[in-house]
């Protein structure tokens, strides 16, 4: 009996660092959704001023994440854990005092910095809580908290401002962040002291920034994510050129449901049969959905597209997570998912820029359809790198 309960998924700690994830990804997503709104209103700025502060942030997080994995050997998961929520929260105070453009890009890279490295954090504690012969449902249940934080934060926000001034809301975001400091310190970790790898010669190398098994899925996950960015970039202003601007207030919610419906059956399918059959019916999914925009024209058909897509992304991000940390060492973890969440936030930039450029081109509709023929080449990668690494679901022991 004693055996089941130790490997039980739904822990103290795995419950904790999951509604530590859901609390910094709300507050995040509500910034997301109204600081380009709070530049544009209250600072005098630009539509692309509101978009640098976006970019700003990302671009933090992708370079906090190369040394963050460092940081957290120094300072141990748990507490790393604990000082970087203390940093998010303090700098999520401070957007209260902030009136200024200049200052506000310089707040965002420090957010950025926090964000970066919270979220790594998070991801190699919550592998490392949830049982190897679990990983694939455990990890899944555990990226369930940021599909709620894509609804719940921008609703929040955006239904506060109809009510509340910016720095109303950015108080309430900051006691979000306070009590997510609470909820961080639930965590227990209590084999991390039995995880550090033998000693070593203490030579400066690429493996103190990045974890070197975990790079082929990494970047498999980089070529999806730089996919992605077209629905993240572009969705609402895709929407709105073809008349279903009010529909496109509901791509999110339908995306968040598909991937809530579906999650529980893919993770245990993870598990059991190994990710192929799970990844690949992902992208196929994540294909159809865009080629399903390229030539939406009725609210009925955006929303479909959404489950869609909804339903693949969910179905591949938190399996190629999986897999990452799966690759390696469970001391390695914090490595691994630095280097999965670096290379699939610099697949995001890359990709809202690249595509930015190409849509100018040839147009919303055919950027789909082209993405939908990426997506189809990643599978093609995908089948070739997982040949050459035929247990790479399987937890190094």
Known sequence: MSYVKKQRIWTKSFISISLTQLMIFIVFYALLTTLPLYVIHDLGGSGA?????????????ILIRLISAK??????????????VVAFALTTCAYIWIHEFTWLLVLRFIHGLSFGFV??????????????????????????????AV?????????????????ILFVY???????????????????????????????????????THALPISLIAAFTSFAYASIISFISVYSDSIGLSQTASYFFLIYA?????????????????????????????????????????????L?????????????????FQTMAVQTTHPSRSSHATATFFTLFDTGIAIGSFLLGLLVTIVGFQKLYLICSIFVLGVIG????VSSKQKSSHQPLE
Not at 178 to 205: C, G, H, Y
């Open 257 to 301: 449901i598909a991937m809530l419906v579906s999650r529980p059956y893919v993770g245990k399918k993870f598990d059991q049969l190994g990710p192929n059959y799970v990844v690949i019916p992902g992208l196929l999914f994540f294909a159809i959905g865009l080629v399903m925009l390229s030539f939406t024209n009725r609210d009925w058909m």
């Open 151 to 167: 609804v719940l934060g921008p609703f929040m926000s955006l239904t506060f401002l109809q009510f509340v001034s910016f720095q």
């Open 381 to 384: 990668i995908y089948l070739l």
């Open 173 to 211: 975001l900051s006691i979000i962040t306070f009590l997510t400091v609470l909820v961080a310190r639930w965590v227990d970790i209590p084999q991390e002291k039995n995880m550090n790898p033998p000693p070593t010669k203490r030579k400066f190398s690429i493996h103190d920034f990045i974890e």
């Open 71 to 84: 940081i957290l050997d120094i300072t141990g998961m748990k507490r790393g854990l604990i000082l970087g």
């Open 49 to 61: 001023d509101g978009g640098l502060v976006v970019t700003v942030l990302l671009i933090a997080a």
């Open 303 to 319: 929303l479909l597209s959404a489950a869609m897509i909804g339903l693949g992304v969910g179905m591949v991000t938190p399996s």
């Open 119 to 148: 979220t790594t954090a998070t991801g190699a504690i919550a592998a490392n809580v949830v049982p190897k012969e679990h990983h694939g449902e455990g990890i899944g249940y555990f990226a369930i908290a940021v599909n709620l």
